[in-house]
Nanobody, 115 residues
């Protein structure tokens, strides 16, 4: 079993920055993908960014150029640095880890962008 714990969410003004962190513990395979989804009220889940264990990163168009995903494999931790935040970035951000066909989820961390 794998357990994911997110941190770093909060309230930030438009144009501000936040850094989300997600640490995995448990039976973690070395080859995996970690990343972030988000869900705003009344909206579908959106895949925000992913990072493979080989450091290949992908981004949603909505955050490309404003966000950077990175990971520390030694710490089983993935980070999402978000800059130039907009009110439409307000959502519950979920971390996930995919290993083979199994996907594990964190509980989510709320990001609210508002003045």
């Amino acid at each position: 079993q794998v357990h994911l714990v997110e941190s770093g969410g909060g309230l930030v003004q438009p144009g501000g920055s936040l850094r989300l962190s997600c640490t995995a513990s448990g039976s973690i395979q070395s080859i995996n993908t970690m990343g972030w989804y988000r869900q705003a009220p009344g909206e579908e889940h959106e895949l925000v960014a992913t990072s493979t264990s080989g450091d290949i990163a992908t981004y949603a168009d909505s955050v490309k150029g404003r966000s950077t995903i990175s990971r520390d494999n030694a710490k089983n931790t993935v980070y999402l640095q978000m800059n130039s935040l907009k009110p439409e970035d307000t959502a519950l951000y979920y971390c996930y880890l995919r290993s083979g066909t199994t996907v594990y989820w964190g509980q989510g961390t709320q990001v609210t962008v508002s003045s």
